[in-house]
């Protein structure tokens, strides 16, 4: 069995940077904000100050958890513009709460 140390598991912000560019993205500082960026988007993973406490694999759990929020959030923004677009009236108004509930 392999021990390591809780100083090996920490993370620097140099290890951060090199280990988000292994996996494709940049690291950026955003006001004390670790952000990732690849291809012109930005996603938040953690507070600065909460690297010096974070095993790299946590870090990478950060970064699949804002991916996949993301994913979710453009699923959930299509779907509700593909419904505001089929409930729609013809007279031009949005329908009421009251009229949809029924």
């Known amino acids: 069995m392999t021990h390591t140390s809780a100083q090996e598991q920490q993370l620097s912000f140099t290890d951060a940077q ?3 560019a292994r996996q494709g993205y940049e ?3 955003r006001f004390g904000h670790v952000h990732a960026s ?3 988007q930005e996603w938040h993973l953690c507070l ?3 690297l010096a406490s974070m095993p790299p694999v946590r870090l990478l759990a950060c970064l699949d958890e804002a991916l996949t ?3 979710e959030h453009s699923i959930a923004l299509s ?3 593909h ?3 089929a409930n ?3 007279d031009g108004r949005e329908p009421s709460i009251k009229q949809e509930a029924l």
Do not use: P, Q, W, Y
Request: aromatic share 0%; charged share 25%.
């Open 18 to 20: 090199h280990l988000l």
């Open 27 to 29: 690291m950026l500082d």
């Open 38 to 40: 690849r291809n012109a």
């Open 48 to 50: 600065i100050t909460e």
């Open 69 to 71: 929020l993301r994913v």
């Open 79 to 81: 779907s509700l513009a």
């Open 83 to 85: 419904g505001v677009g």
């Open 88 to 90: 729609a009236r013809r």
